[in-house]
């Protein structure tokens, strides 16, 4: 274990110093170093990236140093999770309706950030694949499969762009926000990893995925949807399962 730390901070080293930017301390997250934990899967280059409004509450979200305006004209709506009587908003972007806020649903492997309540109410909570697919979604709903997370990005542009589109115009580290045209309105919740500890709230989201494709998945990984704070992009990758990462449901 030792060596794998000492492995993975190496990488981060080299990272950061390839990319020059010691203006911004923020080191990248697993699915930017060389470490297997999270395998990146082949997409397209990218910028630096946006977000707003929040999951349970847009004005408790972090705020960066200026906003972005959106244009969204699409249509809106809500749900109520009868399972525990929480309200979401939703929108329908192309043929596919989304929660426009992450779940906040409790399961037994599911967590807030830092095991905070505020958390939840900012970003909804932390899943692991296993409570993702097994009793996140309520019922109407279900967890997106890749190809659904696919059809959303060309329903926004295409991968290329579709970060800067989903994410939410503040509440991310050093401005790096999106545009939220589509009012999708991806927060960077961070994530938990194995050990019990969170990660790069206000610089990453990462949204768990199915897939019946052997390239995404194993016993150990799975897919997820990424966007980052200083990209454009939106990608797919995969993660440890036993990871926490947010949840966005997908209407049946």
């Avoid at 505020?118 to 692991?128: I, T």
């Avoid at 589509?182 to 050990?195: C, E, I, T, W």
């Avoid at 206000?202 to 949807?225: G, T």
Wanted: net charge negative; aromatic share 12%; proline share 2%.
């Amino acid at each position: 274990m030792n060596k794998f730390v000492l492995g993975a901070s190496v990488c981060i080293s080299l990272f950061l110093a390839a990319c020059g930017d010691n203006s911004n301390s923020v080191e990248p997250p697993l699915e930017e170093s060389s470490s297997s934990i999270v395998k990146s899967s082949s997409s397209t280059t990218s910028k630096k990236t946006s977000s707003s409004s929040s999951v349970k509450s847009s004005s408790s979200a972090k705020s960066s140093s200026s906003t972005k305006t959106s244009s969204f004209t699409g249509r809106m709506g809500e749900m109520t999770d009868s399972r525990d009587g929480q309200t979401y908003k939703t929108v329908t972007i192309g043929r596919q309706t989304w929660m426009a806020e992450n779940l906040n649903f409790e399961t037994e492997y599911s967590s807030c950030y830092n095991d905070s309540t505020k958390y939840c109410e900012k970003y909804g909570r932390l899943y692991s694949w296993y409570d993702a697919v097994d009793s996140a979604c309520p019922t109407g709903w279900h967890l997106p499969k890749t190809t659904e997370f696919e059809t959303l990005f060309t329903a926004v542009g295409d991968s290329s762009i579709a970060g800067v589109k989903l994410k939410s115009t503040s509440g991310w580290f050093n401005d790096g926000g999106g545009t939220d045209d589509y009012a999708f309105s991806a927060l960077p919740a961070g994530y938990r990893v194995g050990d019990g500890t969170y990660q790069y709230e206000d610089v990453y989201a990462h949204f768990w995925s199915l897939s019946m494709i052997s390239m995404w998945n194993s016993n150990s990984v799975a897919p997820a949807m990424v966007l980052y704070y200083r990209k454009d992009e939106a990608r797919l990758s995969t993660v440890l399962k036993y990871f926490r990462l947010s949840v966005r449901c997908v209407e049946d």
